[in-house]
DNA sequence: AAAATATTTCACTTTATAATTAAGTAGTTA
DNA sequence: TAACTACTTAATTATAAAGTGAAATATTTT
């Protein structure tokens, strides 16, 4: 961080990217898309709510650019959009360690 | 992410992390303090708003373990406590670029 | 075509965050 | 010691985010 001026929009965009990501559920989502594609019936066997309230969640980490969505049938499957965001992840890891 | 399970606990106080740092104001106070210990006189002409409203973010920022206080007589200073926080800062703004 | 499955949307309630203003504390200066 | 500066706390109000359950949509199976 060496220069101390940061354009206001900037700072908007990113510390929305944060909040997505900030949600317990939405952190855990993140990390499971980090191995690899799932679908929606999965991801709502492995985090611990209902099938409406994990849609939502996903919807918002939709908006919010993080994740891209792939319909096969009547079959969901949701993914990271960009890698860098697995880095981000891993890197708020190291940080609590 | 290799390993797709992950702690419950870890999960909750990575996301309060993370979430600390997603509201603008803290995201620009964690941006400022990244050059260096700031006054609190400082940080309030560097961010709009009240010293109020800036005093109770700033808590918020000690409490979830970010910054560091140091007072001198009636002047309080904060500071980054872990450089790695700036790292992630970083990261984050890599993810938008 | 009815029933079943997969998922989203909607309306609503609850809870959490944020901003504002006023009052409070603690040092500092006149 | 009275007024001033630096900062925090508390109370209030405003706004936003989260969870719930029912209804809606779209596909698939029987």
Redesign the interface.
Known sequence: ??K?I?PER??????????A????L???II??L??GEMSMQNLVKAIDTSHSNASQHLALLQDSGLVLVRKVASRVYYRIR?Q?????????????A
Do not use: F, W
């Open positions: 961080m060496s101390p940061i900037e700072i908007t965009q990113l510390s929305e990217i944060i909040k990501m900030s949600h317990p939405r952190y855990k990390c499971l980090g191995c960009d860098r965001t697995l880095r981000l992840l891993a890197m708020s890891n190291h940080v609590l």
